[in-house]
């Protein structure tokens, strides 16, 4: 069993940047890969942004300039760095990782992006 909590959500005014952190602990041998997920209300969850265990990252289009998603492997950590924040990117944040065909999930934090 593994388990993710997320931190560093808020309340941020457009332009600002945020960092979300992930701390997974539990039965872990290999993560991979993790990411990062958001849902807004009346939306669907939808990818932000992935990163395998060597550290090769893919983005949504949405994010991709803006967003950067790092890991810190020997503390079981995961990262987004998110900068030039706009209100559309309001939103629940999930952690997310796979470990031998199994996918967990963190709680959530909330990112909202509002003047």
């Known amino acids: 069993q593994v388990q993710l909590v997320e931190s560093g959500g808020g309340l941020v005014q457009p332009g600002g940047s945020l960092r979300l952190s992930c701390a997974a602990s539990g039965t872990i041998f290999r993560l991979n890969p993790m990411g990062w997920y958001r849902q807004a209300p009346g939306k669907q969850r939808e990818l932000v942004a992935t990163?395998?265990?060597?550290?090769?990252?893919n983005y949504a289009d949405s994010v991709k300039g803006r967003f950067t998603i790092s890991r810190v492997n020997a503390k079981n950590m995961v990262y987004l760095q998110m900068n030039s924040l706009k209100p559309e990117d309001t939103a629940v944040y999930y952690c997310?990782?796979?470990?031998?065909?199994?996918?967990?999930w963190g709680q959530g934090t909330q990112v909202t992006v509002s003047s």
């Open positions: 997310n990782a796979h470990q031998y065909g199994n996918e967990y």
């Open positions: 990163i395998t265990y060597g550290g090769s990252t």
